[in-house]
Nanobody, 121 residues
């Protein structure tokens, strides 16, 4: 079993900052990609930022220059530092880890339960 748990969401004023954390735990042989997605009401889930196994990070255009995604491989943890937040960043933020549970397993996606981020005055 693999568990992915996010933390750090909340309510913040426009222009403020929040830091999200996500840890993967359980039966883990390896993790390739690890990153963040978000889903606003009435919209499809979209990529925010992802760190792949070689350390390269990809960002959505809408968050470039404002959000920073980082990863601690020793802790199977990924972070999302969100600065200069805007009302349009309001969404449920989900963490995804692409995990091979054992050395004989194929990789599959594991999702967290999501954490709400609300940007409002």
């Amino acid at each position: 079993q693999v568990q992915v748990v996010e933390s750090g969401g909340g309510l913040v004023q426009p222009g403020g900052s929040l830091r999200l954390s996500c840890a993967a735990a359980g039966s883990i042989f390896s993790i390739s990609d690890m990153g963040w997605y978000r889903q606003a009401p009435g919209k499809q889930r979209e990529l925010v930022a992802v760190v792949i196994s070689n350390g390269r990070t990809t960002y959505a255009d809408s968050v470039k220059g404002r959000f920073t995604c980082s990863r601690d491989n020793a802790k199977n943890t990924v972070y999302l530092q969100m600065n200069s937040l805007k009302p349009e960043d309001t969404a449920v933020y989900y963490c995804k880890a692409v995990v091979a549970p054992t050395r004989w397993s194929y990789e599959r996606d594991y999702w967290g339960q999501g954490t709400q981020v609300t940007v409002s005055s």
